[in-house]
């Protein structure tokens, strides 16, 4: 491996991590439910991506081989829809929004 | 130098599922346990990817690809079952 | 390399391929490939006691890899006996079945064909994971045909049944992992050289997975304090079903003799004989249990489902003593009496079917119709039950109670095992004439005229007690010539040497 | 490692074998599935525990024990099915008798429980 | 062959005769009299041989394993009661023929009555003790069917209950002796157990065989304490009870004492053991007689004394008194079975048997009492009558016992007694019944003879009465010399048959008896006012009381202890297995292997953290089921990762995909469940528990961390040798599972196939109304299919396909294969149903999922199967590569196919699980397309 | 049969094809017969379960639409790590988005994309499928959310989908 694609890899594996315990921070300390959907939705997707992209170019010395991605574009699927189905369901059982919220929830 | 890097990504990784398992025992509500899960699963993804880093091998990134594919599908499972009850109908 | 060892697992499995595919098919059709199936099974299982009489170890080994790497069968004379003594029992139980047991789901076929075939592996198999495969497999089977006929007073019995038993497949897994993490090996015959090798902390994990898996094979086998499961669980069984499972207790009871003789036997040093110190005194509590369950049972099913656990308790008490006589009394009890307790739930069902709203219970009721035939039936089978003369069962007991060495032992058994065959003998006596004689007038709503096949069936079953009696020097013969091949375990462990059939290594 | 890894079976058991031991469905369910899980792992440990030597040739110097990850494989597999049915069977206890206890029914409770039981319970 | 044939003869008899039932009564009954007269002629021919005290034995080989031969023995004593059976047997047929009504079923009682006689017959002349145990126990049985006969009496059912059970348990008290002294001589053969008398004796096991052998004699012979069954068996047909009471069953006992005598009798145990109970029953019999209102009753307990006598007789040890014994039981056969036979007659033609009411019969009867009068006076005793003989040689008997001291006064004195109080009820029978004024009450008035022929059978007997009374030597000298000799094993002693002695001291004695009797018998009244005193002792009501304590008591232990709680058989369990397993547990201690610890890695450290706490979490938030089930999955999930640590990938695939499903499943089903559980267990049970559970967790740990830290060596090395070039490829666990082992996976697929079955089958009929809401104040929404879920699963149903195509695919030679892509194409199913709803998917699926498992199992059976046409064993695999222009070298393995199999069956059971609980739902009933769209 | 050989949803099939070359070993004769053989036999199975077929037109625009929520993704994700990092409580917003989009497969699209890019997160779709529910994690006022989106996603979007 030489040494350039050794810090883009490094690089990526830091940004990952830093995003992926960003997205957890924010889950475990933003105030509510709503606030707390963004963190984990988000940061994990870039976190999970940048480490993924680590992968694909670590490996990528090794040999061809890019299934990462796919890991990647089915986590983009699927994220949104799990965050909705969650929000839905916060919704639904009427799940306090903080303090200073504008707009509201729908009735469910 | 990558193997610092990769200590430390992996140390970030589970301080992060650490932070979601707090999330998910203190809850308070049914969806910030479910929303912590599926942090989690995603979470796992990032932990089998560097696994296979660390391991220096491709054959765990299936794993992480069924989490993928799969994973969403008990969240989904569970908002389901908190809104509507019954899952498949 | 015989081909017609995987006979008796082949024919049910690709019957009950056949039956899933007919769900629709008209319910003749279905029945009539059912049976045949079970008759070829039993074709089969005759052809495999020809083949096992010879003394010698038959093996199988499935995708031709050498054993103890591969699974195989292993066919020997216990084998041999327990297919015939299952696939006799199986095509009877069936033929009753189609008197209309069967309907109300259409895999029943299905089930119960995969539940004969879960049994065969069971006795066939010389690897111990693939025992608990087996287990699986005649026990989810069981489940299933347990809960079979709807209704709601199986649906809690089933549901013990079915917890216990999968804390007990959890207990066989972990068993297997601690015999396992000291052999290395799977394969029975390589256990009976490797087991009398282990030393040092080896000896206590492998002796603690031993005792657990006698906990399994003694939950299968329903013994004390484990057998509450069953009682209740046989006694709301549709009838064919509860005489099928006449043979599932067995199973357990078989496991032990394999095992124990087998890899814990005589020959395995320092854990030789493991574990049989605690079965003996359990066999003869499980036998009191049985007997005072028998004499507390306010319907006949129940009384005959104690007796099941009476059966247990008299055949382990034989087998915990490790004496080849005692083996081969054990066994050849074991025929009589599944094949009558099987019998006696099917006269239960008729009893059941002929008495209207009264049921089974051991209660006075209007006298039923076809009373003669019925109670001749009952008559014949609590006889052999209790252990009377002049059928099979008394020639087991007596086989059994000759088989004990003097001593304290022969003390203990003797009394339990007599004292139990005369309480027995009352609660019999009290159901049967309650049952039978007992009547008051009025009327009952007609039963359905009682099906040939129904009481050909039951009285086939019944009938086979006689049968034992007639035969029971040649039988005999076998069963003594099959406790002498079990307990020569280094033929068994020859069958490691043998090459399999050429081609790959 | 390897007491941490016990730990965590024996973890795995206490949960199972207690949950085992409730009086509704539900729990029990849970609880098999918990021993299930602690039995899987046992018996995968039963092959010693390694570090990237997974049992595909050719992409490890060393392989760990493949066997007994076979065996728990088919253990997993049976352990759903099993799962399964007797989930199916609670949910038949619950459809036959109105109450998920696994006895059917609930035993009669003296008073005191009772209350104690409207206290505590929702 | 004449031998078995005389006890075959009955049994075919009774298979034969009730054929005859179509030729009317009389036709069954002389074909039921045929198999006994061809039997009294098969057994004259042997009478040459015996008479010279020489034996007949016909024996056959059965079951040498356990020492039974069909061996048949016949010597004098066998004769001789051969004898009092063939012939008491045919008179009681005849008689049988009056006796029965042309409504009762004749078939089932000849049938019976002939099973009985083979049976009794059997046990006489058999020459193996088994072989008569197996006989003892049919008569047993049989007797009990005829006691029975009225079955729907209750007198009579529960008179044969309490027959069985007395006769049957002491059955097998005798079968436990008897294999106790086959053990000592080493045969069962008569021959061999009564040449080896000296060893049985001298043997440390004689006690507890003799004591067990006497139990079934006394049983049967109604010897106190047993004795009270008899009397409550005389509700059978009185011919059954002329039968079983005067010549058969009840003899059978006595027999048994007679055939063991030269081996067991003659030690002080015997002696005091038998004489003293004889003597017992001899007196509790004779009072008890007095007292009976009932003709049989007066009659039964009469039986009951006089076999008390003759047991005492076999008591005192000498030869005489055997010889006595001997004679008393033809004495006492002939004299109760004419008795009984014109008890019945009474009792037929007057429909009553109270001697209170049957009063002056002899104006109406007087043939009958005639003969009535002849039989009671030999039972009592009257010179001339045959019961006078033997009786005078037991009162010599028991003079000539020599007891020390006062002791010695005890035998005469009691049989003294005995003969008054016999003198007395005789007297009873005859004045009572005949004379003492005009019938009260009599259901049939007037009465009047019998037919003709009912006489018959009594006429017989009361002549062989006469007969062996005035001419003893002559009518069955022979007979009993023979019989006397083979009791005793060979010298016979002296004895004189004649009709008096002179006067002596036993003559004195019956004289004593007869005035006492006479005397006591006119004194009556005051007898009766004393008896009246004591309550009586009702012993069928105590058996019956005892019978319903016995079994309430064990109806409520089986209740308390198989009281259906689930709680209870798991702590059984788990106590079971700690119980078992914590010994050697304890050897093992906290012990480290000889590989020692690997270091701690922390993220994995952390990992397993999460395990545990979330493991232990699940049980302690369990009643908040679902966050429990969020817990658990959390569990899973680990468990997962943990299997990824530790090298194992297809694991980790497995239980990643299973896992999802299971949560889909539980979630399933959490939605017709409450979503709380009560607090139900006291906080005790609880405590017990939680210790349980730890004590299993300890336990756990303890053995995995012995087990991962000590060496071994295991088979793999040859799978993971072989798997390429034996197998094909390079995934050695896949190719474990789809060829080295292919045949657990097969009944793996099978179990999977079942359950789905089988939980299809339980659901078909299940309904279930899901709960409104919550149960938190919310009630469900209606939006049942979001958009977003819908428009995400139209390309997630191919996407996941490919997916599951690449696992399956590479499965032989890369982590994956049939399975884990049979569960990915599942979850891609699941989330259809999940999206769209159930009718909708099912619509587009269009195949049934039976059809998939059948489909499945067929591909794996097939592929495992195509090995045998080339003679190969079943599961066999083969492979090959092949090479195509474009595509490049590709590999073709016949696993592949049975992992398709597996595919199948998976994707088949998986999904009839999950659509079989979704279809509980009412929801998809009702409305086909609900929610927004 | 021959009438069948055809690709019942082409774009479906390429997806499907390409996805088959990411997941195989590099690409190889081998890849490709089979990624087309799949790429022809799935869709054929799974037709059905997708009936209302997305228009796509002006499909190349996509990747710059890619391109655009990458981007976007990237520098959101920095602003709410700030945000989470920032002791200040955010500012969370409820917006009613109305939509203009009809198709739901583009409704669904535009959802996702607000969802993955950070800070917003579509919570629902009203039951007429004309309005959003989105939740922005930090946001001023409605308007400014509903515009940033009409212009950077659902425009590009109404363009590919007719």
Not at chain 3, 142 to 158: A, K, N
Not at chain 3, 382 to 408: C, D, M, Q, R, W
Not at chain 5, 4 to 14: D, E, S
Not at chain 5, 521 to 534: G, K, L, V, W
Request: with cysteine; net charge neutral.
């Amino acid at each position: 491996m030489s040494p350039i694609t050794e810090y883009i890899v490094s690089a990526l594996l830091i940004v990952g991590g830093a995003f992926t315990l960003v997205g957890a921070i924010g889950l475990a300390r933003l105030p509510d439910f709503f606030t707390r959907l963004h963190g984990p939705t988000k940061a994990t997707t870039v976190g999970v991506g940048a480490i993924m992209l680590s992968s694909v170019i670590y490996f990528s010395s090794h040999g061809f081989g890019i299934s990462e991605i796919l890991i990647t574009v089915f986590l983009f699927m699927t994220a949104p829809v799990s965050a909705n189905m969650l929000a839905k369901a916060a919704m639904h059982m009427g799940v306090k929004s903080m303090k200073g919220t504008q707009g509201n929830p729908w009735e469910q | 130098m990558m193997t610092t890097a990769l200590y430390l990504t992996i140390a970030m990784v589970m301080v992060a599922a650490l932070l979601n398992v707090y999330r998910l025992i203190k809850g308070p509500d049914a969806p910030d346990r479910v929303l912590a899960l599926d942090t989690l699963y995603i979470n796992a993804i990032a932990m089998i990817i560097l696994l296979g880093i660390a391991f220096n091998s491709r054959m765990y990134l299936e794993s992480g690809l069924l989490i993928a594919v799969m994973g969403f599908v008990s969240t989904v499972a569970m908002a389901k079952y908190l809104k509507r009850g019954s899952v498949i109908e | 390399m015989n081909h017609w060892l995987i006979a008796p697992i082949a024919i049910p499995l690709l019957g009950g391929i056949l039956q899933t595919f007919m769900g629709y098919a008209p319910i003749s059709l279905r029945r009539t490939l059912a049976i045949t199936t079970s008759v070829l099974v039993l074709v089969a299982s005759i052809v495999l006691v020809g083949l096992a009489d010879d003394g010698s170890y038959r093996v199988y080994a499935f995708g031709n890899w050498q054993p103890p790497f591969g699974i195989v069968l292993v066919l020997d004379r216990l084998a041999a006996l327990m297919l015939v003594l299952t696939s006799v029992l199986a095509v009877f139980a069936h033929i009753f079945s189609i008197g209309g047991a069967d309907e109300g789901n259409r895999q029943f076929h299905t089930l119960f064909l995969f539940q004969i075939m879960g049994l065969n592996i069971a006795f066939l198999t010389g690897d111990l994971f693939n025992l608990f495969v087996a287990f699986e497999v005649l026990l989810i089977a069981s489940y299933s045909l347990l809960m079979h006929g709807g209704g709601t007073i199986r649906t809690v019995p089933g549901l013990h049944y079915v917890a216990l038993n999968l804390v007990g497949s959890a207990i066989f897994l972990i068993a297997v992992g601690m015999i396992y993490s000291v052999t290395g090996t799977l394969n029975m015959a390589d256990l009976a050289v490797k087991i009398p090798q282990v030393t040092g902390e080896n000896l206590a994990l492998v002796k603690a997975g031993a005792m657990m898996l006698l906990v399994v094979f003694g939950l299968k086998a329903a013994i004390l304090p484990l057998c509450f499961w069953l009682p209740k669980a046989y006694a709301k069984a549709t009838a064919p079903v509860a005489a099928l499972f006449a043979i599932m207790t067995k199973v357990g009871v078989y496991a032990i003799i394999r095992v124990y003789v087998l890899i814990f036997g005589e020959g395995a040093g320092e854990l030789a004989s493991l574990g049989m110190d605690w079965l003996f005194p359990l066999a003869l509590i499980t036998l009191a249990m049985g007997v005072v369950g028998a004499l507390g049972a306010n319907n006949l099913k129940t009384l005959i489902a104690w007796q099941v656990i009476i059966s247990v308790g008299t055949l382990l008490a034989p087998v915990a003593l490790g004496s080849e006589a005692g083996v081969s009394a054990a066994l050849f009890y074991l025929l009589s009496t599944t094949w009558t307790v099987a019998g006696l739930f099917l006269v239960a069902e008729l009893v059941a079917i002929q008495r209207g709203s009264a049921g089974d219970r051991i209660v006075t009721a209007p006298k039923m119709p076809h009373r003669t035939l019925i109670s001749v039936l009952f008559m014949i089978g609590a006889v052999s039950a209790a252990g009377l003369p002049p059928l099979s069962g008394f020639f087991g007991k007596v086989l059994i109670l000759k088989s004990v060495e003097t001593g304290p032992q022969m003390a203990w058994l003797w009394s339990v095992l007599l004292i139990g065959s005369f309480l027995t003998l009352i609660a019999y006596s009290r159901a049967g004439s309650i049952l039978f004689w007992r009547t008051i007038d009025g009327h009952i709503k007609p039963p359905e005229p009682m099906k040939g096949v129904v009481s050909v069936s039951t009285g086939a079953l019944i009938g086979l007690t006689v049968v034992i009696v007639a035969f029971a020097g040649p039988i005999n013969e076998y069963t003594v010539a099959t406790a002498a091949q079990l307990f020569d375990t280094s033929a068994y462990t020859q069958i490691l040497e043998t090459p399999v059939f050429g081609g790959k290594n | 490692m390897e007491l941490v890894f016990a730990l965590a079976i024996g973890a795995l058991t206490t949960s199972g074998v207690y949950l085992l031991l409730r009086a509704r469905t539900f729990p029990v369910v849970m609880g098999l599935t918990l021993l299930s899980y602690g039995v899987n792992l046992f018996l995968f440990a039963s092959g010693r525990l390694s570090t990237a030597q997974q049992p595909i040739l050719g992409t490890a110097e060393s392989y760990s024990d493949p066997l007994p990850q076979a065996l728990v494989l088919t253990a997993i597999v049976i352990g759903f099915a099993m799962t399964a049915f007797v989930v199916v069977l609670s949910l038949r206890n619950l459809a036959d008798n109105d109450d998920d206890h696994v006895d059917g029914c609930p035993p009669v409770q003296p008073a005191k429980k009772k209350q104690e039981q409207e206290e505590t319970g929702k | 062959m004449s031998l078995p044939l005389v006890v075959l003869l009955p049994f075919l008899g009774a298979i034969a005769a009730p054929l005859f039932a179509q030729g009317g009564r009389t036709a069954i009954a002389i074909a039921s009299s045929v198999p006994a007269l061809i039997a009294l002629a098969a057994l004259f021919p042997h009478w040459a041989t015996l008479a010279d005290g020489g034996v007949v034995l016909h024996s056959f080989e059965w079951l040498p394993a356990i020492g039974i031969s069909f061996s048949f023995r016949l010597d004098g004593l066998a004769l001789m009661f051969a004898l009092l059976i063939l012939i008491i047997g045919l008179l009681i047929i005849i008689y049988a023929h009056y006796y029965l009504k042309a409504t009762e079923n004749v078939r089932k009682f000849y049938s019976l009555l002939l099973c009985f006689k083979g049976s009794m017959l059997g046990i006489v002349l058999s020459g193996n003790l088994l072989l008569m145990l197996i006989f003892w126990e049919i008569t047993s049985l049989t007797s009990f069917l005829l006691i029975s006969f009225w079955t729907h009496k209750q007198d009579a059912r529960r008179g044969a209950r309490m027959a069985l059970a007395v006769t049957g348990g002491g059955g097998l008290a005798l079968l436990a002796g008897i294999l106790i002294i086959g053990n000592i001589v080493g045969s069962f053969e008569l021959d061999d157990v009564l040449a080896a008398g000296d060893l049985i004796k001298a043997h440390a096991m004689y006690p507890v065989a003799l004591t067990l052998v006497l139990l079934g004699a006394f049983t049967k012979s109604a010897q106190f304490p047993f004795h009270f069954w008899l009397p409550h068996a005389m509700q059978a047909p009185t011919p059954v009870s002329a039968y079983l009471h005067s010549a058969t069953m009840v003899k059978a006992g006595i027999f048994l004492m007679a055939r063991l005598y030269p081996a067991l009798a003659g030690t002080e145990l015997w002696f005091y053991m038998v004489s003293f109970t004889g003597m017992a029953t001899l007196l509790i019999g004779a009072y008890t007689a007095m007292f009976k209102h009932d003709l049989k009753g007066l009659l039964a307990h009469s039986t009951v004394s006089h076999l008390g006598l003759i047991t005492l007789l076999f008591g005192m040890g000498t030869k005489l008194a055997a010889v006595a014994a001997l004679f008393h039981v033809i004495n006492h056969a002939t004299f109760k079975a004419s008795l009984f036979m014109a008890a019945g007659i009474i009792d037929h033609e007057t429909g009553t048997r109270d001697m209170r009411r049957i009063n002056g019969l002899w104006r109406y009867m007087p043939h009958t009492a005639t003969l009535a009068m002849v039989a009671a006076s030999s039972m009592a005793g009257v010179p001339l009558l045959n019961g006078f003989l033997s009786k005078e040689m037991f009162f010599a008997e028991s003079l000539a016992l020599n007891l020390p001291g006062l002791w010695a006064w005890l035998p005469p004195i009691v049989a003294t007694l005995a003969g008054i109080f016999a003198v007395a009820y005789s007297a009873r029978f005859i004045h009572d019944v005949f004379f003492n004024g005009k019938p009260v009450n009599l259901p049939i008035y007037p009465p009047h003879e019998p037919p003709r022929y009912m006489k018959f059978p009594v006429e017989i007997l009361v002549f062989a009465c006469i007969m062996v009374g005035m001419f003893p030597a002559i009518s069955v000298g022979p007979l009993l010399f023979s019989a006397a000799q083979a009791t005793l094993g060979g010298a016979v002693p002296d004895y004189q048959l004649a009709v008096m002695h002179g006067i002596n001291l036993p003559l004195m004695m019956s004289l004593a008896a007869f005035v006492g009797g006479l005397l006591m018998y006119s004194q009556r009244q005051r007898f009766f006012d004393f008896h009246a005193r004591f309550k009586e002792v009702d012993e069928k009501a105590i058996f019956e009381a005892l019978l319903m304590r016995v079994e309430g008591f064990t109806h409520r232990l089986t209740a308390r202890i198989e009281n259906g709680s689930l709680q209870r058989y798991a702590m059984l369990m788990v106590v079971s297995v700690i119980a078992v397993s914590i010994a050697p547990i304890m050897e093992l201690g906290i012990f480290v292997g000889s590989n020692g610890l690997s270091p701690i890695d922390w993220p994995t450290a952390l990992g397993a953290g999460f395990l545990i706490v979330s493991a232990l979490a699940t049980a302690f938030v369990h009643r908040e089921r679902f966050t429990a089930l969020v817990l658990l999955s959390v569990v899973g999930l680990m468990v997962a990762l943990a299997f990824a640590r530790f090298s194992a990938p297809d694991l980790a695939m497995t239980q990643l995909s299973v896992e999802v499903v299971t949560m889909v499943l539980l979630m399933l089903a959490l939605y017709y469940m409450p979503s709380w559980t009560p607090i139900e267990t006291p906080k005790t049970r609880r405590v017990r528990d939680i210790v349980l559970a730890l004590l299993a967790g300890t336990g756990m740990t303890l053995i995995t961390l012995a087990m991962l830290t000590q060496p071994f060596t295991s088979i793999s090395e040859f799978f993971l040798e072989n798997s390429k070039p034996g197998g094909g490829g390079t995934n050695v666990v896949n190719v474990i599972l789809v060829d080295f082992r292919g045949f657990d996976t097969l009944g793996e697929i099978t179990v999977l196939a079942i359950a789905a079955m089988g939980i299809y089958a339980m659901l078909k009929n299940t309904a279930l109304t899901p709960p409104p809401g919550d149960g938190q104040g919310h009630t469900w929404t209606r939006d049942a299919y979001p958009l977003m879920l819908k428009q995400v699963a139209r390309p997630m149903l191919p996407m996941a396909l490919m997916v599951s195509a690449y696992i399956f695919l590479r499965g032989h030679n890369l982590p994956g294969g049939g399975f884990i892509a049979g569960l990915i194409t599942s979850v891609a199913l699941v989330i259809q149903y999940v999206a769209n709803g159930m009718i909708w998917t099912q619509d587009r699926v269009g195949i049934k999922y039976h059809n998939v498992i059948g489909l499945g199992l067929l591909f794996a059976t097939i592929a495992g199967a195509a090995s045998l046409a080339f003679s190969y064993p079943f599961l066999t695999s083969t492979f090959g590569y092949i090479t195509w222009p474009v595509v490049g070298k590709f590999e073709v393995a016949s696993a592949l196919i049975f992992d398709l199999g597996v595919y199948l069956a998976v994707i088949g059971a998986t999904m009839l699980i999950l659509v079989s609980i979704g279809r509980i739902s009412p929801h998809s009933a009702i409305k086909s397309t609900g929610g927004k769209s | 049969m021959f009438d069948r050989l055809n690709f019942p949803q082409p774009w479906l099939s390429l997806v499907l094809f390409s996805t088959w070359q990411f997941l195989s070993d590099g690409i190889s004769g081998a890849s490709v017969v089979m990624g087309l053989l799949l790429a022809w036999i799935i869709p054929q199975i799974t037709h059905g379960f997708w009936p209302e077929r997305p228009a796509f037109v002006k499909v190349w625009r996509m990747p710059m639409f890619v391109l655009i929520v990458v981007w976007d993704i990237l520098v959101a994700s920095c602003k709410v790590a700030v945000l989470i990092l920032n002791p200040r409580p955010p500012k969370p917003v409820f917006v009613n988005y109305p939509l203009q989009l009809e198709h739901p497969l583009a409704i669904s699209l535009l959802a996702s994309t607000i969802s993955l890019t950070p800070g917003t997160v579509s919570a629902d779709v009203s039951d007429d499928n004309k309005t959003l529910l989105i939740h922005a994690l930090d946001a001023e006022s409605e308007q400014e959310v509903i515009d940033a989106i009409h212009k950077r996603y659902e425009k590009p979007l109404m363009e590919m989908f007719r």
